[in-house]
């Protein structure tokens, strides 16, 4: 949520800055702004309520604005409505000092009533301005920029990544960090700092990932870093090694559109590279057979369609390993006093590694004494850090909002962890094992064939899209995969949209199902296709409007009651959800292509969500 850049340097900050916050918009875009520091010792802040573009137009693309060093932002509103006085940067009274915030300021109202007592009146309704306010107070003392952030720092509770800069040193601003990402790039004669390094990349892939308490100054020739106690520190350089481009449109129309295709590939980059000889390997794990085998249980945790990955997790899971299996809401498992110790594992789900929900969840299990076993994509992310494993699903940087490749590597790399637990609690008998990873090894070459065939799918769509509300009904993976298609129709198309249990239907819910209800049927999980079927004849017989999803193996005898079907390619069951969610996702960008919705980015959502 927000996204901040920041910049020292030679040249003209502020087209660099508005160019960093071009590729961070997808963590919030309802309004931005940027704070640059002139050599006359003049700070020049511009912000406008809306889109990006916006705020380029209103400086002119950044030509209206001199001065080599600055920072901006991209917010997705917390405190106080949307508009150009809540936008960052904001200011300070005395016109000094201009921060941007990423995270939530919790004792603020205690601070805007100190400051307040002080004299200082404030102009915006957000936290943010209490850090800058404070900032300015501390800085009032003794004009030392440095000082005054320590004091603030000592007196704010919450989450934050703050960058600063002061009018009276043009040469350098600072950088803050805790419970919000941050990381510094180190460029030539210039530095950078950011909330993540698609912002920065086409400047230097050399970067230093900031940790909870740091602080950062930065200049144009030189970083230092120092810790909680004000004592300078050393920090581990990384090099990020993704290309550019990737982070690019491509030619693709939306960047939605160019994940869902690159899937086959992401699934391949993170599903080989842990297969030899037909096995399941993980060098990349610390933890032993000894261990597999004492634990006796397992939670998976995550928030949204990382959620819903657990929930095919839950089934998959118990069926390779006859161990209990419970998938948590991370926001619900912080705090429900879980019923977790050193005997649980706990795998946390997480694209951006950085949902804060789900880091206080981790951070909870950990107390608790579980080990965590993370999966995330972005490399070096908080949740990473903090956890005792990690594996990275390999999807590279995803862009946007609605998740795509991610949850499908995400989905893969689960599978092949209850291959694994499975092959050495041997629960999972070899002959099983086996026809698993013969399908595992096909799977990208069938979603292949899948995305090379997608007429069907925008036909759908257009017969559809003018519908209200939708039901994605199935049973077992169905279900769980349901949850992840009827989130991506709502979420980028606005259509009210529930995923059903099949068989739970008819306790309450068959009571909204009328003339024209659209009702997608999943009926790709083999085992239980016939009871899929009368549940699909039951909503029929009340009026819906049915549109069905099946293998090709089912697809004659789908036919005969629905006659719009989605195919997909058989697979073995429990990777089946890896091929079933493609048209659905497909089905959602068409429908909201159709209604003329900002695909990437969907209103009131931002990608990396920060805040609780
Ligand atoms: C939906 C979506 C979200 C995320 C959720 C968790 O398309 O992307 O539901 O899955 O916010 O985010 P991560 O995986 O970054 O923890």
């Not at 952030?149 to 040469?171: N, T």
């Not at 049973?475 to 949209?497: C, F, P, Q, T, V």
Request: glycine share 8%; aromatic share 8%.
């Amino acid at each position: 949520m927000c996204g901040i850049v920041g910049y020292a340097g030679r040249e003209a900050a502020a087209p660099i800055l508005l160019d960093g916050l071009e590729r961070l918009e997808y963590r919030g875009y309802d309004s931005a702004g940027i704070a640059v520091v002139s050599g006359s010792r003049a700070l020049q802040v511009k912000k406008s309520k809306g889109r990006l573009s916006e705020l380029s137009r209103l400086v002119d693309g950044g030509k209206s604005i001199d001065g080599v060093l600055g920072i901006g932002h991209t917010r997705w509103a917390t405190h106080g409505e949307p508009n150009d006085v809540n936008a960052h940067p904001h200011l300070s009274q005395d016109g000094k000092i201009a921060v941007v915030h990423n995270g939530i300021i919790e004792n603020y109202v205690e601070l805007r009533d100190f400051l307040c007592s002080k004299g200082y009146v404030f102009q915006s309704e957000t936290d943010t301005e209490v850090v800058t306010q404070l900032l300015a107070y501390y800085y009032a003392e003794d004009n030392d920029a440095f000082s005054a952030l320590y004091k603030v720092l000592h007196r704010v509770e919450g989450a934050y990544a703050l960058g600063i800069i002061c009018a009276d040193c043009p040469e350098k601003f600072l950088a803050a960090r805790k419970d919000a990402p941050l990381l510094v790039g180190f460029g030539e004669g210039a530095n950078f700092i950011a909330s993540d390094v698609t912002a920065i990349i086409k400047h230097t892939r050399d970067v230093v990932y900031m940790e909870d308490g740091e602080v950062a100054v930065i200049t144009a020739d030189s970083v230092d870093f120092f810790d909680a106690m004000e004592e300078p520190i050393e920090k581990e350089h990384k090099t990020i090694d993704w290309d550019v481009s990737a982070a690019e449109k491509g030619g693709y129309a939306h960047f939605m559109l160019k994940e869902i295709m690159e899937q086959p590939e992401a699934v391949r980059k993170t599903a080989f590279s842990r297969i030899r000889d037909n096995r399941v390997c993980f060098d990349d794990l610390k933890i032993d057979e000894a261990y597999v085998k004492s634990v006796s249980k397992i939670y998976i945790v995550a928030c949204g369609s990382s959620y819903h990955v657990g929930v095919v997790g839950k089934y998959n899971l118990e069926r390779m390993l006859r161990k209990p299996v419970e998938v948590c809401l991370a926001s619900e498992f912080r705090y429900s006093n879980p019923l977790v110790d050193e005997s649980c594992l706990v795998i946390v789900i997480s694209q951006s590694g950085e949902t804060l929900d789900t880091m206080a969840a981790l951070r909870e299990a950990k107390a608790l004494g579980a080990h965590i076993l993370s999966i995330v994509n972005v490399v070096g992310s908080s949740i990473a850090r903090e956890s005792h494993d990690v594996l990275y699903t390999w999807a590279g940087p995803e862009i946007a909002v609605a998740t795509t490749k991610a949850y499908s590597t995400q989905l893969v790399l689960l599978n092949m962890l209850g291959m694994y637990f499975g092959d050495i609690l041997g629960t999972l008998p070899g002959e099983e094992y086996e026809s698993i990873m013969a399908e595992l090894l096909l799977l990208p070459e069938k979603m292949e064939r899948l995305l090379s065939n997608i007429e069907d799918i925008k036909r759908f769509a257009s017969d559809y899209f003018n519908h209200n509300s939708v039901f994605f009904i199935g049973r077992n993976l169905d279900y769980a995969m349901g949850l992840e298609g009827s989130l991506k129709l709502k979420e980028i198309s606005y259509i009210h949209s529930e995923a059903y249990a099949s068989g739970e239907l008819k306790h309450g819910t068959i009571s909204l199902i009328e003339n024209g209800t659209l009702v997608v049927a999943l009926g790709t999980y083999a085992p239980l296709f016939d009871k899929a079927m009368s549940n699909v004849v039951e909503v029929k017989a009340r009026g819906a409007d049915v549109l069905a999803l099946a293998t090709e193996k089912n697809l004659a005898e789908m036919k005969k009651t629905v006659e719009n079907v989605m195919v997909v390619p058989e697979t073995h069951t429990v990777l089946q959800p890896s091929l079933g969610v493609v048209p659905l996702q497909l089905f959602s960008y068409y429908v909201a292509l159709l209604r003329g919705c900002d695909i990437d980015k969907p209103r009131n959502l931002a990608k990396s969500v920060t805040v609780e």
